[in-house]
């Protein structure tokens, strides 16, 4: 069972973390509202507490990372959630991107292909009072029976944009995706405007762990 522990001291360094990630230039007060009430140390280990609340990604279970703060901000900002988006997350990792979204009032579909981490999150973020639906699979081929969604982010590298991911979007969705290289990948804002037509943006370099395809014991 994990410990819920949020006390002032954990508040007080989640202020100075919204802080920071405003001044790197986020502006959504939902996204930072999101950020400063989810305590991020309950997704990490106890011992890493003083990490929790620098704005940088941290290794976790099964040789994965939780994502920067100002990376999570971003994406999320960038996916113009509004309330009832009925969201594709690929790659629930350590399950904080999907309480993120979960907070905002979206309606999440999260994807992961490691089994570890695939435990934890659906074990863990209910008792933070997040009920996201979670799927153990491969990402690259989303949720097709499920979709299409108003909103997709992927939240790992992936060498290249998934076909039937773009086909679980929705006329009018936005998908938040890096695209490249195992060192450095593309942040892409893909806009499905009709059903064969897509515009794509490039939103500057970030560094993800990369998207495997297939699932993992």
Known sequence: M???????????????????????????ERVLDAIGSIPRHLFMDTGFL?????????????????SQPY?????????QIMKFDKVLEVGTGSGYQ??????MGATVYTIERQRALYDFARNFLP???FRPQFFYGDGYLGLPTYGPFDKIIVTAGASFVPEPLKQQLKVGGIMVIPVGTNDLQIMKIIIRISESEYTEEDKGGFVFVPLLTGISE
């Open 71 to 79: 990376t999570v901000a971003f994406q999320t900002e960038s996916l």
């Open 98 to 103: 999907a309480a993120v979204l979960c907070k």
């Open 127 to 129: 008792t933070l009072g």
């Open 2 to 28: 994990v410990q819920i522990e949020d006390n002032f001291r954990h508040q007080g360094m989640r202020k100075k973390l919204v802080a920071e990630i405003r001044q790197k230039g986020i502006s959504d």
């Open 50 to 66: 003083q990490f929790a609340y620098i704005d940088k990604a941290f290794p976790i279970a099964a040789g994965q990372t939780i």
